[in-house]
């Protein structure tokens, strides 16, 4: 049975950082890629970063320079950290495995606000 399961999420200022952790089981984790998705009410889910399994990455621009993802192997555990956030950073952050069809976590609120 396959798990993801996102943590770390909260309330933060802006300008301040997060960082979200996806636990992963059931799964040959160091094998597949991971990604990190978020999604607002009303608003497709979208991409936000992807690691692939020897760790190249990719961001969305609105992310890029801001948003780091990466992976520990010997802890099937995929990282989200995020710094300078922004309120437009406000959203429901979701951890996906691209094994087989596809696997989502349960996510995890991140809301950026003064």
């Known amino acids: 049975q396959v798990q993801l399961v996102e943590s770390g999420g909260g309330l933060v200022q802006p300008g301040g950082s997060l960082r979200l952790s996806c636990a992963a089981s059931?799964?040959?984790?160091?094998?597949?890629?991971m990604g990190w998705y978020r999604q607002t009410p009303g608003k497709e889910r979208e991409l936000v970063a992807v690691i692939s399994s020897v760790g190249r990455t990719n961001y969305a621009d609105s992310v890029k320079g801001r948003f780091t993802i990466s992976r520990d192997n010997a802890k099937n555990t995929v990282y989200l950290q995020m710094n300078s956030l922004k309120p437009e950073d406000t959203a429901v952050y979701y951890c996906?495995?691209?094994?087989?069809?596809?696997?989502w976590g349960q996510g995890t609120q991140v809301t950026v606000s003064s």
């Open positions: 996906k495995s691209y094994y087989l069809s596809g696997y």
């Open positions: 059931g799964i040959i984790f160091s094998i597949n890629a």
